[in-house]
């Protein structure tokens, strides 16, 4: 029904009031100042939506210590690893079972983390072990230096791996830095001349010899990632060596870094990859600028790195904790309101939560496509029948 002027000209669903609370709508309306209709008269006065209007955050942050717990260290495989996630202003701490890949307990801290913070976090880790008669045989972390004094203080003479993966990846780090040195020497040795064509024969040359510096250059940026590859196929040897030549100091670090890759190997014990270890400083210890340049090899952490070839269960690796991170990162891109301490220890929780049903829906989905297809068959038998 329509009222005619100065009345609104509009109704409000399908009532034929002016103004009120319908049932469909959150909000009720109110009279509009002016002549066109009727707008929202006031937001969350109305009856609230069911979706939604009871989080379930902080129930299910509540139950992480008891049910979750108790699922999650059923089958403890005895091998954890822990790592620290900065997220802005905030850090999370966080202890995954490195064999299962569940998550068992995490911190949230609004600070840099320091000794006292792992130690506490180990402290409570510790206490839950204790109280379901569980041991730990071995703790796998990257190279931070915050790990080491509380794991010995705490859990004593235990085996303590540093992540395989961070170690290598200092020491690639630093053999690209040497490629990317040699580059920008090559780059220096080209002649300056001016623009356009060369006359002459010494113009000529050195046009000659800027062409063949620049395409070496190119190759070395290009294939670059031969130098640190782990294992090289017959083709790409020979292109190294081709990109390599004149170059005998790059042919040395490639040289280097097979070595490091073979004390990783597992079919020997950690005694004999030390001894490799020290033949291998020895060796780069004659050349001064590859001592500088492989400072990482002299450093503790890659000796505490080989300590996964005495203990065949050992995880090299912290890739656990590092996927628990990754699905950390995910969340924060598509939930932009979890920014606060509290929500973002809640929401932590209600992702391991999920996660106790995850085999469940994941045996749920294969059921289902291994039954569609035998129902699309059986119709399309029966089609073909009739």
Known sequence: MIWPYPRV??????WRWRCGLWSRMVCPTGRHPGIYGETIGSSFLGAQSRTGSR???????????TEYLDGALADFSGYIAADELYDGPFCVLLIVDNHRFKRLTYEVLDHNPTHEDITRLFKGFKAILDTRGLTLEGITTDGSPLYPEPIAEIFGEINHQICEFHVLQEINKAILKAVAQARQKLKQQKTKRSRGRPSGRRAKQAARKNKRLQNKIADLFEHRHLFVKHTLTARERTLLRRISRRLPHLRTLREIVDEVYRLFDRRCRMDTALEKLAKLRRRVRRFRTLAQTLKKLFSPNLEKALTFLDDSLLPA???????????HRKMQKTIYRVRTREHISQRIAVDMQRDVHMEAQRQTTRTLHQTRPKQRRKGYTKRKVA
Do not use: C, D, M
């Not at 000209?9 to 399908?14: A, E, V």
């Not at 955050?57 to 509540?62: C, G, I, L, P, Y």
């Not at 690796?317 to 699905?327: F, G, L």
């Open 9 to 14: 000209i509009t109704r409000t669903g399908w």
């Open 55 to 65: 989080p379930r955050e902080k129930k299910t942050e509540s139950t992480i210590t």
């Open 317 to 327: 690796t912290s890739n656990a904790v590092e996927r628990a991170n990754r699905r």
